[in-house]
């Protein structure tokens, strides 16, 4: 079994990195080359919200309350096609 130290050093690393990236895209958004317009970072972000959220959030909504997991769908495919315009 894990430690409490482990498992709050891990998570305060992890949050590190987040911030260390939140961070070079901020710098990088100054300097006039951001990252965020990116077609790749839109893409990816698109396919990491669908794989992990949309596949374990559905399953839990299914095997909860039946039909309203569909907007877990919605939400992605609607990004997908109107989140150029929405950029």
Same mark, same amino acid.
């Given at each position: 079994m894990l430690g409490g130290y482990f498992i709050v050093i891990v998570s305060f690393l992890y949050l590190s990195i987040l911030f260390a990236i939140a961070y070079y895209g901020d710098r990088r =958004?100054?300097? $006039?080359?951001? /990252? /965020?317009?990116?077609?790749? /970072? &839109? =893409? #990816?972000s698109i396919a990491v919200y669908a794989t992990a959220w949309t596949f374990y $959030?559905?399953?839990g909504r299914a095997a909860s309350s039946g039909v309203s997991f569909l907007p877990i769908y919605? $939400?992605?495919? #609607?990004t997908f096609i109107l989140g150029? &315009? #929405? /950029?």
């Open positions: =958004a100054d300097q $006039g080359r951001s /990252i /965020i317009a990116s077609p790749y /970072i &839109f =893409a #990816l $959030g559905s399953v919605l $939400g992605p495919m #609607l150029w &315009f #929405l /950029i």
